[in-house]
């Protein structure tokens, strides 16, 4: 019986998988930072009027209001709030604010700076910043030639001109987020910092009096006292259209710092005032970001037969980099398992015969550790990845970066360990190993996946599966079919059997052993052909359909 694939599943299956592979390695890890504990979450524009009872309004609606086509939200995000949400040392690669409503597309462009102001409050005037009003009061923005630039020690993390503002349905809570294509800001994961953005929408303007609606979230005042302006950590500038309507560089006069006033007169009198910032979410590079090997061409495909030692930019050494932060304590271990699925460690990394190293960070960064040291199957004690004597098929690197305060982090990248042609079977589908149980008198699906680990295209594979009682090794059932298409270095296939059924007719346990063989070239290596490997047993149970049982006694 044949099975052949069409190849153009086979390629449309590839594309997906790409796509999706690329999506998850792209996408940022973003963390939500709220403020106080148990403080309030509202919307940028709130009224609530209850007199002679509690009433309490907040208007932060002013950066995306259509009467001002350009915007600057100012604010800042303390260290501790950052702590508390989990973030580390390390560089800022984006940003979130979470929309409720968005009334129709914005369009035009943004800008986003980010700067480290320790202790310095945003309402503090401001000497030094060019530019005028509203300048004074900002800690990221002035006005130098008529361009708003970047102050001192400001990074511009983001300048594009294609930016875009998706409608929201009211009530919706859709995350927007900004992925920055500028410099780069490294937060030391101690400091409070100023994050300023700037929209401009020089086409964009209705003047139906509406708005945006994002989240915001309170916070907690480090200066005393109940002024409006002892702690202001939300600023916002805008323009009104009339004014030089395509000038994106034009934010003049027109500011607030947007904060809740509440007041009551029942059943005594009341008032003061609560500080809010936008909710946001913030993505750092922190951790560990690649090693060698890794799942990423071009150090996802290792040559069967080479030695790993440094000897040329194709062969470098087993290494981990991850960023670094002064004066924290890092502790890293490091190894190699395979081939899949077993897990047995074929290289363990050593520091002076130790399996882990510890050492106090020195600066802000990436920074690679190279391995000197190493035991196992396939190391040299150098630290060299020695394949002379290697199976082929897919490897895992297990990595660990635990850096203290910032905790523990596991890293798992499979890479290939390949000969020229090379055909593996990765994985058994169905049936599944007990406690699963199949239906007695029913047909079990049968089905497998196979891998090219070799450097040729395979594009043709015949498999057999059989099946026997267990114990006793009896053969109940073999089945066969053919696999065609075009699998590339380190793709896979699942395959079904589709021929004629395994039917169970008796209860119990069995075993099933599925092989593969390479048709269109010669198999250089034929260790990782079935499944389960030797000395290994995939154990399922077939049971009846319906049990009895006593519901009373």
């Not at 061409?297 to 932060?325: C, M, W």
Request: with cysteine; net charge negative; glycine share 10%.
């Amino acid at each position: 019986m044949r099975c052949k694939s069409v190849l153009s599943s086979v390629i449309l299956t590839s594309a997906i998988l790409l796509l999706c592979s690329m999506q998850l390695a792209e996408a940022q890890n973003y963390v939500t930072i709220p403020g106080v504990t148990g403080g309030q979450q509202r919307t940028n524009y709130f009224y609530e009027y209850n007199y002679p009872n509690l009433t309490q309004y907040i208007f932060g609606n002013y950066s995306y209001y259509d009467y001002y086509n350009r915007g600057y939200d100012e604010f800042i995000v303390t260290a501790a709030d950052m702590k508390k949400a989990g973030l580390c040392a390390g560089p800022l690669a984006g940003l979130g604010m979470q929309f409720v409503h968005v009334p129709q597309e914005y369009q035009g462009s943004m800008r986003i700076f980010v700067k480290s102001i320790g202790s310095t409050y945003l309402g503090q005037f401001n000497g030094s910043a060019q530019g005028g009003y509203p300048y004074y009061y900002t800690h990221c923005i002035q006005k130098i030639g008529g361009v708003i630039q970047p102050q001192t020690n400001v990074v511009e993390v983001m300048n594009t001109s294609s930016w875009s503002l998706p409608v929201v349905g009211e009530g919706d809570t859709t995350w927007v987020d900004y992925e920055f294509n500028g410099n780069q800001f490294v937060w030391d994961g101690k400091s409070n910092i100023a994050i300023g953005l700037l929209n401009c929408r020089p086409t964009n303007i209705t003047q139906n009096g509406q708005y945006a609606t994002f989240m915001i979230t309170e916070v907690n005042p480090p200066a005393p006292g109940q002024s409006y302006y002892a702690y202001p950590p939300w600023f916002q500038a805008f323009t009104y259209y009339y004014y030089n309507q395509t000038d994106c560089n034009y934010l003049e006069y027109s500011y607030t710092w947007p904060y809740l006033y509440y007041y009551q007169y029942n059943p005594n009198y009341e008032y003061g005032y609560r500080w809010f910032r936008p909710l946001v979410r913030l993505a750092i590079k922190s951790g560990v970001t690649q090693s060698y090997p890794d799942d990423i061409d071009p150090r996802r495909i290792l040559r069967a037969g080479d030695v790993y030692k440094g000897q040329d930019r194709n062969h470098p050494k087993p290494s981990l980099t991850f960023y670094e932060q002064p004066s924290q304590l890092f502790t890293i271990t490091y190894k190699i398992v395979g081939p899949l699925p077993s897990t047995n460690t074929v290289y363990t990394a050593t520091w002076g015969g130790n399996s882990s190293y510890t050492f106090t960070g020195t600066s802000s960064g990436e920074k690679q550790i190279t391995m000197t040291g190493a035991t196992g199957l396939y190391a040299n004690s150098d630290g060299s990845l020695n394949l002379t004597n290697a199976t082929g098929g897919s490897y895992r690197v297990e990595a660990t970066v635990n850096s203290g305060a910032c905790g523990l982090q596991s890293w798992y990248k499979s890479f290939i360990v390949a000969f020229q042609n090379d055909v593996a079977m990765s994985q058994i589908r169905s049936p599944q190993p007990v406690p699963k149980k199949n239906p007695l008198n029913v047909t079990t699906p049968l089905s497998c996946q196979i891998q090219n680990v070799g450097l040729d295209d395979v594009t043709e594979v015949d498999l057999t599966v059989v099946i026997r009682t267990y114990p006793g090794g009896q053969k109940v059932y073999e089945g066969s079919t053919t696999w065609e298409g075009v699998l590339e270095t380190g793709a896979r296939a699942s395959v079904d059997f589709t021929g004629a059924p395994f039917v169970p007719t008796a209860v119990g346990r069995y075993s099933a052993e599925y092989c593969a063989t390479l048709k269109n070239a010669y198999d250089l290596q034929t260790g990782n052909d079935c499944l389960p490997l030797a000395g290994q047993t995939h154990i399922f149970e077939v049971n009846y359909n319906q049990e009895g049982a006593a519901d009373a006694i």
